[in-house]
Protein backbone atom coordinates (compact mmCIF):
# COMPACT_ATOMS: atom_id res chain seq x y z
CA UNK A 1 0.00 0.00 0.00
CA UNK A 2 1.67 2.87 -1.23
CA UNK A 3 2.23 6.02 1.16
CA UNK A 4 0.37 8.89 -0.96
CA UNK A 5 -2.27 7.03 -3.44
CA UNK A 6 -2.96 8.43 -6.63
CA UNK A 7 -6.47 9.49 -7.27
CA UNK A 8 -8.38 8.40 -10.06
CA UNK A 9 -8.65 10.90 -13.26
CA UNK A 10 -11.96 10.29 -14.08
CA UNK A 11 -14.52 10.18 -12.16
CA UNK A 12 -18.05 8.57 -11.95
CA UNK A 13 -21.71 10.39 -13.34
CA UNK A 14 -24.98 9.33 -12.72
CA UNK A 15 -27.37 10.28 -15.64
CA UNK A 16 -30.92 10.45 -14.11
CA UNK A 17 -33.86 9.59 -15.92
CA UNK A 18 -35.71 11.96 -18.13
CA UNK A 19 -39.37 12.69 -17.04
CA UNK A 20 -42.19 12.63 -18.76
CA UNK A 21 -43.47 16.13 -19.18
CA UNK A 22 -45.13 17.18 -21.94
CA UNK A 23 -43.60 19.51 -24.64
CA UNK A 24 -45.04 23.51 -24.19
CA UNK A 25 -45.70 23.54 -20.91
CA UNK A 26 -42.57 26.18 -20.29
CA UNK A 27 -40.85 28.67 -22.04
CA UNK A 28 -37.16 29.64 -21.80
CA UNK A 29 -36.19 33.46 -21.77
CA UNK A 30 -33.84 34.31 -24.26
CA UNK A 31 -32.84 37.14 -22.32
CA UNK A 32 -32.07 35.74 -18.98
CA UNK A 33 -32.28 31.98 -19.83
CA UNK A 34 -34.82 32.03 -16.94
CA UNK A 35 -37.79 29.23 -17.28
CA UNK A 36 -40.82 30.77 -17.50
CA UNK A 37 -44.48 28.40 -17.05
CA UNK A 38 -46.64 29.11 -19.66
CA UNK A 39 -49.78 30.10 -17.96
CA UNK A 40 -47.64 32.72 -15.88
CA UNK A 41 -46.77 33.89 -19.38
CA UNK A 42 -49.49 34.87 -20.39
CA UNK A 43 -50.82 35.70 -16.86
CA UNK A 44 -48.09 38.62 -17.12
CA UNK A 45 -48.96 39.50 -21.11
CA UNK A 46 -45.59 37.93 -23.22
CA UNK A 47 -43.23 39.59 -20.38
CA UNK A 48 -40.99 37.87 -18.44
CA UNK A 49 -41.09 38.57 -14.59
CA UNK A 50 -38.09 38.21 -13.56
CA UNK A 51 -36.02 40.44 -16.31
CA UNK A 52 -38.65 42.35 -17.94
CA UNK A 53 -38.00 41.21 -21.72
CA UNK A 54 -41.32 41.32 -23.89
CA UNK A 55 -41.33 38.28 -26.28
CA UNK A 56 -42.58 38.63 -29.76
CA UNK A 57 -46.03 38.93 -30.04
CA UNK A 58 -48.10 37.43 -33.62
CA UNK A 59 -51.15 39.67 -34.72
CA UNK A 60 -54.13 37.69 -33.59
CA UNK A 61 -52.58 37.23 -30.22
CA UNK A 62 -51.99 40.72 -29.32
CA UNK A 63 -55.56 41.58 -30.84
CA UNK A 64 -57.07 38.85 -28.07
CA UNK A 65 -54.83 40.47 -25.41
CA UNK A 66 -55.72 43.97 -26.50
CA UNK A 67 -59.10 43.98 -26.77
CA UNK A 68 -62.14 42.13 -24.88
CA UNK A 69 -63.52 38.89 -26.11
CA UNK A 70 -66.34 39.18 -28.80
CA UNK A 71 -65.60 42.50 -29.78
CA UNK A 72 -63.00 41.98 -33.04
CA UNK A 73 -64.49 41.82 -35.91
CA UNK A 74 -61.92 41.29 -38.69
CA UNK A 75 -63.36 43.42 -42.03
CA UNK A 76 -61.24 42.44 -45.28
CA UNK A 77 -59.70 39.47 -44.63
CA UNK A 78 -59.33 37.98 -48.38
CA UNK A 79 -57.38 41.60 -49.01
Known amino acids: MP ?7 YTIVRVAKKRD ?3 GL ?3 CEECNEL ?3 KKLEENFK ?3 KCSYHF ?9 LTLDEGSFREMDAAM
Open 21 to 23: IPD
Open 3 to 9: LFPRKPK
Open 56 to 64: TLGAQERVR
Open 47 to 49: VCP
Open 26 to 28: WTK
Open 36 to 38: IYN
